[in-house]
């Protein structure tokens, strides 16, 4: 069973930045495919960013050039470096793991 724990939400202001880090423990985080999803109140669930096991990324379009997704296999962790935050980019940030495991979340609000 893997288990994903999400860290590094808050509140910022516009245009600032924060990293969220999901450390994974219980499988073989090497393998696995890593992405980030966010969901905002009202709103469904939607793709930010993905990292596969090779390193390749894709980004939604809301985020690109602001946002960037990597791992360190070495700590189990993948990361989201997320840049000149906008206030539409305010929801819950979900950790998943092999299309298939989930993050409890980490809340990002972005207002002044």
């Known amino acids: 069973q893997v288990q994903l724990v999400e860290s590094g939400g808050g509140l910022v202001q516009p245009g600032g930045s924060l990293r969220l880090s999901c450390a994974a423990s219980?499988?073989?985080?090497?393998?696995?495919?890593m992405a980030w999803y966010r969901q905002a109140p009202g709103k469904q669930r939607e793709l930010v960013a993905a990292?596969?096991?090779?390193?390749?990324?894709n980004y939604g379009g809301s985020v690109k050039g602001r946002f960037t997704i990597s791992r360190d296999n070495a700590k189990n962790t993948v990361y989201l470096q997320m840049n000149n935050l906008k206030a539409e980019d305010t929801a819950v940030y979900y950790c998943?793991?092999?299309?298939?495991?989930w993050g409890q979340g980490t809340q990002v609000t972005v207002s002044s």
């Open positions: 998943n793991a092999a299309q298939w495991y």
């Open positions: 990292i596969t096991s090779g390193g390749s990324t």
């Open positions: 219980g499988g073989i985080f090497s393998i696995y495919a």
